[in-house]
């Protein structure tokens, strides 16, 4: 069975400030990884995905993933965050052997911007 | 990406009663729906797999017979949840499948509250 760890529930960071989103996962076989967002009062977004290829994917808005088999993670980067990023961010997997798109969703990390 | 609407996006009603929740896909035919529900705090859990024209999926520990999912068009999924309990509160989120790139379109959720 498929599971998703997001460690951190709640992450605060200044505005222009670094971030680092962590996801681990763990699985038996081969995944497909995804992030998405979820701003305050909307549905879910998919920011970004790896599904095969180069192991750095990135998103429009400067977010970036990387996901490392040896440590089973694929955590989500932003070199300079803005208020507009205040949301719940939430990683997920799906394991495409099952011919099916089920997704598994870790407990998400809600980042708060401060100005 | 494809839009998904949801309705209603509240709804009270009282312990015993059924209420039905639409998912509509506005931009998109979709043969397959997933119906979530999510816990304050807590990651979104799948309940089950809505296919048009065949009956749904459900995860294990889900109650079929409470938890009625109609998948009847292309673009419309209802679930129903019958003889509504105060333990059935929580924000319940569909989303459609994009097919071919292993991405799912949420919708904005309804936050169901049984008194």
């Known amino acids: 069975a498929q599971s998703v760890t997001q460690l951190d529930s709640q992450v605060p960071v200044f505005e222009e400030a670094p971030v680092e989103l962590r996801c681990n996962y763990s699985s038996s076989v081969s995944v497909y990884l995804f992030w998405y967002v979820q701003y305050p009062n909307q549905g879910l977004q998919l920011l970004l995905k790896y599904l095969s290829g180069s192991t750095l994917v990135e998103s429009i808005n400067g977010f970036e993933a990387e996901f490392n088999k040896s440590q089973t993670s694929f955590h989500l980067r932003k070199p300079s965050v803005h208020i507009s990023d205040t949301a719940e961010y939430f990683c997920a997997v799906s394991d495409p052997a099952f011919g099916n798109e089920k997704l598994t969703f870790g407990t998400g990390t809600r980042l708060t911007i401060i100005p | 990406g494809a839009v998904v609407s949801q309705h209603p996006s509240r709804v009270i009603c009282k312990s015993g009663t059924s209420v039905k929740i639409e998912c509509r896909s506005l931009?998109?035919?979709?043969?397959?729906m997933f119906w979530y529900r999510q816990f304050p705090k807590q990651s979104l859990m799948l309940m089950a797999t809505s296919n048009e024209g065949s009956k749904a999926t459900y995860e294990q520990g889900v109650e079929k017979d409470k938890f009625l999912i109609n998948h009847a068009s292309l673009t419309l999924s209802t679930l129903t949840v019958t003889s509504a309990h105060p333990e059935d509160s929580s924000f319940y989120i569909c989303s459609q499948t994009s097919g071919s790139t292993y991405e799912q379109y949420f919708g904005p959720g309804t936050r169901l509250t049984v008194t």
């Open positions: 931009d998109f035919q979709a043969t397959t």
